[in-house]
């Protein structure tokens, strides 16, 4: 198929394409190429140009979110010399990744979401030496991970979702414009390196549900950019580092940023975080001015939380769950007031719940349950708002919030906390009454659902407007490209 000599801008995305493309594309003025997010199928098409030179100035080719299957032809990349960002990402591409496909002019390759295998070779980066983003997430890859010492560019990495083994490639040291480290679900083992305290611009760093084991390193408390911090599911043991007041980005509360991640119109959408908390995973798509967790859950962490940890005021998200942790929950949480998540659930924490807990006015998500806690539940701020579940597996607490608002006395599971004086007879109009405490728990319990379900509708045309925003710079930024 001959593209014709004066074509320069070719988008035909999300036009519900059907069927396959040409075995070959011909161009000789190609600049910019988007087909992503139709129905196409069959082959990757190899592009070349019409006067049969080798190098082509296509600087953008996009075949994202479609069913392209068979694998990469070896000579794909070889056609695609100066090529700038190159996306095959969401579709059905089998096989293992030719090292032809990263050249010395791509700064951001995505092959995510496809059925790629093997093993990819260790010199998989030799020749990429302007790459910024390479993301190979959720595919089936295995083996060591590639070295990246010719990569010393690269500010984003996803390696998500593959089935690499082995220790954390050592040539990333030498990565430090690295802003984005996710290789997660995999599985690396060994210690976490110490180096890692040393990639001064790591603003997210992944590394759940691997094998880690050892202590966190206390490098990693030195990186006062670093605002997401996933270390969940692995074998970590130890203490938690105390030095937290160093983690500057997570301890500014301010929601403004004047740092972002290099090609965030391309990544914003690829790299996404799954918080866990209280058996709920909620997905977020990265916006690094306002996200920031930390996540410590599934390990075997060892003593108390340490004070400093209520210094992390700009935090959204706090999971140290599934832990051995123990002593009191330190008062100091109640200055974290940007906390919309915390759960301390399934380890051996005692004393009280503090009240200071109660001045966290966006608490959306609270759990303690499973631990050796006492003493009354706080009856202010959002704890009117947690059922039991929140507190469950602690035998001494009490006053534990909406224990009898669905409550069935002649049902063999209720639970033992149930309030049974509504059960009695006393129903009869007292002002008081079990009955009438039922129906107006009910009222307002109903009434929080209702508002939370428009605040989570807001949220999604809020994902809906920024994927739109984004696809639009996109264009922006292609447009500039092809002016190059």
Known sequence: MDMGSSTLYLNLSSNQLTGSLPSRLTTKHLLFLDVHNNSLQGALPLIERSDNQFTIRISVVDMSDNHFTSSIPSEFGEYLQVVLFLSLSGN???????????????????????????????????????????????????????????????????????????????????????????????????????????????????????????????????????????????????????????????????????????????????????????????????????LKFMDLSSNNLRGNIPPEMGSLQGLKGLNLSRNNLSGEIPRTLGGMDQLESLDLSLNKLNGKIPMELQSLSYLQVFNVSYNMLEGKVPQGGQFLTFDQSSFSGNSNLTDIPFTNIFCNCASPFTNRACNRSSCNGNDGGEEGSGFEMDWWGLGVGLCYAFSFSIVIGLLALNVKVRKSIFRIYDGIIMRIFSRR
Not at 116 to 121: A, C, E, F, M
Not at 153 to 164: A, D, E, P
Not at 242 to 258: E, G, I, R, Y
């Open 92 to 290: 059905s591409i089998t096989g293992r990744i030719p090292n032809s496909i990263c050249s010395n002019s791509v700064h951001v390759l995505d092959l995510s979401n496809n059925m790629l295998s093997g093993i990819v070779s260790p010199d998989f980066t030799a020749n990429c030496s302007s790459l910024r983003v390479l993301n190979l997430g959720n595919n089936s890859l295995q083996g060591h991970m590639p070295g990246f010492q010719n990569a010393t560019k690269l500010q984003t990495l996803n390696l998500n979702g593959n089935l690499f083994q082995g220790p954390i490639a050592s040539s990333l040291a030498n990565c430090s414009f690295l802003k984005a480290l996710d290789i997660g679900n995999n599985n690396l083992e060994e210690h976490i390196p110490e180096w890692i305290g040393n990639l001064s611009n790591l603003q997210i760093l992944i590394l759940k549900s691997n094998k880690f084991q050892g202590n966190i390193p206390m490098q990693i408390i030195g990186l006062q950019k670093l605002q997401i911090l996933e270390l969940s599911e692995n074998n970590l043991s130890g203490f938690i580092p105390t030095d937290l007041q160093n983690l500057s980005a997570m301890v500014n509360a301010s929601q403004n940023s004047s740092e972002h991640l290099a090609y965030q119109i391309y990544i914003d959408y690829n790299v996404h975080v799954i918080i866990s908390t209280k058996d709920t995973q909620l997905p977020y798509k990265i916006v690094l001015p306002i």
